[in-house]
């Protein structure tokens, strides 16, 4: 595997005149959230596929929080951003939060160096698990799986009006969310602690609570306009409980709600066919090992799983 420096070029069969690798700057985000945008609409309409894009702001947001607690690097030509990727790095695991090239940049072997340039960076900052939420276009699916992150579940999304949730348990209350006990449930659910992704989502407004039973914390869960995640629960006994409170609380937000359930979780499915709610689209979660405890987990999304 080939290492570049910190504004190199390509090197090899991977080679095209005049383009620069090199980190992203501040400056450079209003670009990198337009390319996405782009890049991002034009593979829906390829593919024959749909999904609502985010808010522009939000992108803005999210793309800086990956610059600056993360990885994130551009290929440029004559100045022009051409090729995006970002990952963040948690404990040992390594997670890609974007790759994208503008739709004439791509099949130019171009993507690929930018690609390796931030996993040999998740390499060297001690990194031992890396994995992606991708989408189905196959020529990404191609690059990742050459990295060795191969299929590990699929990523499956439901959405719409929740009915038939069951009642609360007696004994169960809400708190608002303690980073802290947040932090503990990601390390074995998640597979990481991430406390910079959490002061992230409080800034964003995003509603925490943990949820108690007889006064021990058994989960926790995000809602924001009617997403759903993440969500992580302490005991497989405990899905339940965490996403009949999680999904009346984004119903009250939202006419329609959303979830992206991890396909080994296997509560959660039933439990989003029980309620009512449709299963609409799907992705894969590609990665180089299993991590985590992905039955007792729901992602925030493709940015930061």
């Known amino acids: 595997m080939a290492t570049f420096d910190s504004n190199s070029r390509a090197s090899g069969h991977d080679r095209m005149a005049g383009v620069v690798y090199r980190a992203a700057r501040a400056e450079d985000l209003p670009e990198m959230v ?3 945008l782009t890049a991002a609409s034009e593979m829906c309409v390829r593919n024959n596929v749909a999904f609502a894009l985010p808010p522009r702001q ?3 947001a999210g793309y800086e929080h990956v610059r600056t607690t993360g990885i994130f690097r551009v290929a440029a030509a004559e100045s022009r951003i051409i090729s995006i990727a970002g990952a963040v790095i948690r404990d040992d695991l390594w997670y890609l939060s974007a790759f994208w090239a503008l739709p004439e940049f791509q099949r130019k072997r171009i993507g690929m160096p930018l690609l390796r340039q931030v996993f040999e960076a998740g390499v ?3 990194a031992r698990k890396f994995s992606t939420w991708s989408s189905v276009d196959i020529t990404a699916m191609a690059a990742y799986m050459k990295l060795g992150m191969l299929p590990g579940y699929e990523i499956l999304m439901f959405e719409g009006s929740p009915q038939r949730l069951p009642a609360a348990e007696p004994g169960c209350e809400l708190a608002p969310l ?3 006990e947040a932090m503990e449930l990601d390390h074995t659910m998640r597979g990481a602690r991430r406390e910079v992704d959490h002061d992230l989502w409080a800034k964003q407004m995003l509603q925490g609570r943990q949820v108690l039973v007889k006064g021990n914390v058994v989960g926790y869960y995000y809602v924001k306009k009617g997403m759903v995640g993440p ?3 302490r005991e497989s006994g405990d899905a339940e409980v965490l996403l009949s409170l999680a999904c009346r609380d984004a119903a009250a937000m939202a006419p329609s709600i959303r979830l992206a359930i991890p396909g080994v979780n296997h509560s959660a499915l039933r439990f989003s066919f029980e309620s009512g709610l449709r299963l609409t689209s799907f ?3 590609l990665t180089t090992a299993s991590f985590g405890r992905l039955e007792q987990y ?3 999304g493709p940015s930061l799983f």
Do not use: E, Q, Y
């Open 34 to 36: 337009d390319l996405f």
């Open 58 to 60: 939000a992108m803005l």
């Open 124 to 126: 060297k900052a001690g």
């Open 178 to 180: 303690d980073k802290r």
């Open 231 to 233: 969500v992580a629960w």
């Open 283 to 285: 992705a894969h979660l």
């Open 298 to 300: 729901l992602p925030s």
